[in-house]
């Protein structure tokens, strides 16, 4: 059964950081690009970021982008993601998914469909 458990989450203050963890069980974890997507309340899914298979190739969303980086160690079959310079509206559920082939970016964007499994999410807040 794929399972993909993210944790590290939690409230933190403008500025601040948090890294994210995505442990992934189920599959071969080496054989898939993996991504993050977030999704505020009241909003719809916003893809954050995503990496290769190997990790050598990573893409980023233009909110993130320099903030956000994305890693991955397939020794320990888990995905990561570090979020320095954190503001309120980077508040959001933050979701790893498995990608169903090879990551496309459409548009600055990797469509839903592109994902064959999801994890059931961790939260992240960010206030003063």
């Known amino acids: 059964e794929v399972q993909l458990v993210e944790s590290g989450g939690g409230m933190v203050q403008p500025e601040g950081t948090l890294k994210l963890s995505c442990a992934a069980s189920g599959f071969t974890f080496s054989s898939y690009d993996m991504s993050w997507v977030r999704q505020a309340p009241g909003k719809g899914p916003e893809w954050v970021s995503a990496?290769?298979?190997?990790?050598?190739?990573?893409y980023y969303a233009d909110s993130v982008k320099g903030r956000f980086t994305i890693s991955r160690d397939n020794a320990e079959n888990t995905l990561y993601l570090q979020l320095n310079s954190l503001k309120p509206e980077d508040t959001a559920q933050y979701y790893c998914?498995?990608?169903?082939?090879?990551?496309?970016?459409?548009?600055?964007?990797?469509?839903?469909?592109?994902?064959?499994?999801w994890g059931r999410g961790t939260q992240v807040t960010v206030s003063s």
């Open positions: 990496i290769s298979k190997g990790g050598t190739i990573t």
């Open positions: 998914a498995r990608v169903r082939g090879t990551i496309v970016v459409v548009g600055g964007d990797i469509p839903l469909r592109e994902y064959d499994y």
